[in-house]
């Protein structure tokens, strides 16, 4: 009976301290003055995250029919033609470095608001986007007819890294010019 009762001292102590913290954290996020731009950009982040895996758990078949209906789209025939001139990728290679540059998009802009550091960031961003595209292609390997592809782990992070690289620069140029005159 007494260790019972010491076990349940020690687990109303844990609970305690989990609660404690997660309403510092929950106070933490609520007090902040950009709550808004940090809720909203989490927002983005899910959504492009649902859009992804709605992508990932297609059928070959389906892969592959939406990669011609979006082929066959006069932007992106014109874009296509464009760039043969440098590498000669697919369609489907394309949609990946397209799906990272929104992911990386929205994973940095969420990190912009949470991190006070751009250093913090950067590791930040690239490291949650590195996680869900290798997430990504791991989870191909239990959908039938689809595997793991290592090239898409690079032109993913083509995607990513590039969008990190842009909003990066942003943040920094807005830094400079709000502390401008300080």
């Not at 902040?32 to 899910?46: E, G, Q, T, Y």
């Not at 440098?86 to 991190?115: N, P, T």
């Not at 990504?136 to 592809?149: A, E, K």
Request: charged fraction near 20%; aromatic fraction near 14%; include cysteine.
């Amino acid at each position: 009976f007494q260790i019972r009762m010491k076990f349940l001292h020690y687990e109303y102590k844990i609970l305690d301290f989990v609660g404690k913290r997660g309403m510092f954290m929950l106070k933490k996020l609520i007090g902040n003055k950009a709550r808004k731009p940090l809720i909203i950009s989490l927002v983005f982040v899910l959504i492009t995250l649902c859009i992804l895996f709605y992508l990932t758990f297609q059928t070959p078949d389906d892969t592959v029919a939406l990669s011609e209906r979006v082929g066959h789209l006069p932007l992106v025939e014109n874009f296509l033609n464009w760039v043969s001139a440098f590498v000669d990728w697919s369609v489907r290679q394309w949609a990946h470095v397209f799906e990272f540059l929104i992911i990386g998009i929205c994973v940095s802009i969420f990190y912009a608001f949470a991190a006070k550091n751009i250093w913090t960031m950067l590791v930040l961003a690239v490291l949650t986007c590195m996680c869900i595209s290798l997430c990504d292609q791991s989870v191909r390997i239990f959908i039938v007819g689809r595997h793991f592809d290592s090239f898409d782990l690079a032109l993913d992070a083509l995607g990513y890294v590039s969008a990190i690289v842009v909003v990066s620069i942003c943040r920094e140029m807005y830094r400079l010019v709000v502390n401008r005159d300080k």
